[in-house]
């Protein structure tokens, strides 16, 4: 049960210990993928995103399966917003800042719907919920800590957004020593054009964030 899985990807073969791997679901919040939340409050069509979540699933199921450590991540700040930057706060000077309340409650503020994780991809009993304040889900939260203790050295990444806290958490990632596959399926943008560039520049120059698969292929290669 141990033995390596070798997972085709680019810029060649991804290859991990099942005892040392982590599925990572970055931000599978309403607040991002869901009418009426954040993304959409910032302009955004949030339809461009709901592809990602059936594939997601899958790969959740395997893990759970499997018995491999699941992480949730959430953006989001405390209800008193004391974690807050004025600067993140005001930036673009939205019609709706966070803390506002809009229809599913109080936007990417802890305890609001809208906050919350979708239902597709809940969380269950066992794993770990991550609430982070910034896009990398390294940046002023225990993750690395957890990670360490839990002897993972390979990430499997999946969330929204692919440019956002997709790319920031990996190379947060990839800085710290870990090896991360992203799933080009489990990932959405709101811009196909940073899509595109975002999986792009991670698999470039030899893998210089990291590999880029499918999650087809990876539920293949653990089957
Ligand atoms: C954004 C995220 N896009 N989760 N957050 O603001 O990618």
């Not at 033995?3 to 060649?12: G, S």
């Not at 009418?35 to 910032?42: H, K, V, Y």
């Not at 839990?150 to 710290?176: K, P, W």
Request: proline share 5%; charged share 25%.
């Amino acid at each position: 049960k141990n033995a390596e899985i070798r997972v085709p990807a680019e810029p060649y073969e991804f290859t991990f210990d099942p005892t040392r791997v982590a599925l990572l679901c970055i931000d599978f919040q309403r607040d991002f993928v869901e009418a009426g939340g954040f993304g959409e409050s910032l302009g955004n069509d949030v339809s461009t995103l709901r592809g990602a979540i059936a594939p997601t699933r899958k790969v959740l199921d395997c893990f759970r399966e499997q018995d491999w450590m699941v992480i949730h991540t959430r953006e989001g700040h405390r209800e008193d917003l004391s974690d807050l930057f004025p600067s993140k706060r005001d930036r673009g000077n939205p019609t709706l800042r966070i803390g506002d309340i809009g229809p599913m409650g109080r936007l990417l503020t802890r305890g609001s719907k809208g906050h919350d994780i979708i239902p597709e991809l809940y969380p269950i009993e066992g794993e770990v919920v991550l609430d982070k304040p910034g896009k990398g889900a390294f940046y002023g939260t225990d993750l690395e800590t957890i990670l360490r203790a839990g002897g993972i050295t390979h990430l499997i990444l999946t969330g929204v957004t692919t440019e956002v806290c997709v790319q920031s958490t990996a190379r947060e990632a990839n800085d710290r020593g870990f090896d991360c596959l992203i799933l080009s399926d489990c990932t959405g943008s709101y811009f196909p054009e940073f899509y595109e560039s975002a999986l792009h520049m991670f698999k470039a120059q030899g893998g210089i964030v990291g590999w880029v698969g499918t999650s087809t292929d990876l539920l293949t290669a653990v089957d």
